[in-house]
């Protein structure tokens, strides 16, 4: 049987956050829908496979294990192994969805039936009372926590805006040409670069996809006390950084085509410039703004470093192409 909606959850090691996904998952609404959960173990030492044997009974779940780490590996490994649904959901291993977020999502794919890729709401859910004043600039909300409230209304997102990672689903064909996610990048447990759900969502917009943002298909993302670190934001700058190299593109193509010593002389020196530019940040910021100004230079000296580090690959692709 080819379920309504298939929704894939990758995870490794949080057993105790994926039972608090699925219990929610399991209180959804599903009325009128046939509904399977793709649970991905990308490898996990923990007792991931117990809490999913401990939900078999109450929803319809599928458990694949995946050796190899990597999420992208593993949710291109359901993508392989699954008979997807019609509608094509992913999510998060530490999300609560709304009561109505299946129905939601199989209404907004209803109304917009020539469109194919879609992104709703992610509300923060934060793990202590008292949130730093930090958490609520715009930039950092968005980075860290992947807040998305793109509108308060039913619409088409603007040019290279997309969805984020926690709340986003796809009707089925768009895999029918082989299409999956980039295995370069995304989590993994070493070298860790951000942006592999961006890197998929862009590459769809390439293709003159429009993507469709939903303000009722509503997920909370639940934070984990680390990231509320200050090393840890400055972790994910400068990761997401390295992820915009993947999927924007390098900088002055022409110039490393004709030119790669000298490009690779001026991105050096830039790399050097931000470096200095995120101490310069820790300084003489104001108090207020340390922390955004200084995860947003990580996250340019981050981009900066991993376009030197591809520089080679990308301009043999660029020789071959001319």
């Known amino acids: 049987m080819i ?55 109450r929803i319809s779940i599928h458990y694949i294990f995946e050796a190899r780490s990597g999420k992208n590996r593993a949710l291109n490994t359901a993508l392989e192994k699954c008979e997807l649904g019609k509608i094509v959901v992913f999510t998060d291993d530490d999300v609560d969805v709304s009561p109505d977020w299946l129905v939601s999502i199989r209404s907004v794919c209803d109304r917009w039936p020539n469109h194919a890729v879609f992104g709703g709401r992610i509300n923060v859910v934060f793990p202590v009372e008292k949130v730093p004043e930090w958490a609520s600039d715009p930039y950092l909300s968005s980075l860290c926590f992947a807040h998305h409230d793109y509108s308060d ?25 082989g299409r999956r996610y980039d295995e370069v990048i995304g989590p993994c447990p070493t070298n860790r670069i951000m942006g592999s759900e961006t890197s998929f969502l862009i590459a769809l917009l390439k293709d003159n996809y429009e993507i469709i943002y939903s303000p009722t298909a509503v997920v909370g993302h639940r934070v984990q006390p680390k990231t509320l670190k200050f090393s840890s934001i400055c972790q994910r700058g400068y990761r997401l950084g390295r992820g915009e190299a993947h999927y924007l593109g390098l900088p002055a193509q022409n110039l490393l085509r004709n030119h790669f010593l000298l490009w690779l002389l001026y991105r050096n020196g830039s790399i050097i410039w931000y470096f200095f530019k995120v101490i310069a940040s820790f300084i003489f910021s104001k108090k207020e703004q340390r922390r955004s100004s200084v995860v947003n230079k990580l996250q340019g000296l981050g981009y900066r470093v991993e376009a030197v580090r591809l520089a080679n690959q990308v301009l043999n692709q660029l020789r071959e192409k001319s």
């Not at 699925?22 to 809490?51: A, C, Y």
């Open 3 to 57: 379920h309504d909606i298939s929704v894939i959850i990758a995870t490794y090691n949080r057993a105790q956050d994926l039972s608090k996904t699925l219990e929610s998952m399991v209180r959804t609404d599903k009325s009128g829908l046939t509904v399977e959960f793709i649970i991905v173990d990308n490898g996990s030492t923990d007792q991931t496979k117990s809490v999913v044997d401990s939900f078999s009974d």
């Open 153 to 177: 209304k039913e619409c088409i997102y603007g040019t290279h805006m997309t969805p984020y990672g926690p709340n986003f689903w796809v009707r089925q064909e768009v895999f029918d040409d």
